[in-house]
């Protein structure tokens, strides 16, 4: 049984803001869309950061939700922080 991994995707329908502004902020976001996609995690955050400061209040929550989906999870991070000072305890249990 294979297991089959299919990305999240998100789709951008926004209607307010000034014309200019919101057509270069959109661009932004669909970019970074791309840029998420494709796996090229480093210009989605550099693209979502720009998109945060953004004026449209609804172009950065969606620029925060995509930030927030490639952010490191503390749980993870403390499981792995617990795993590997458990193992320096029995190495430095067997080996002195």
Do not use: N, W
Request: hydrophobic share 50%.
């Amino acid at each position: 049984m294979k297991a089959v991994y299919a990305a999240p995707t998100m789709t951008v329908t926004t209607t307010s803001g000034s014309a200019a502004t919101s057509s270069r902020e959109h661009e932004l976001l669909r970019s970074a869309e791309r840029a998420y996609k494709a796996g090229d995690v480093a210009r989605m955050r550099k693209l979502c950061t720009q998109l945060i400061a953004s004026v449209d209040r609804e172009l950065a929550a969606r620029a925060g939700v995509m930030m927030a989906r490639v952010t490191v999870d503390p749980l993870a991070f403390g499981v792995l922080a617990a795993a590997l000072v458990l193992f320096g305890v029995i190495v430095h249990a067997y080996m002195f």
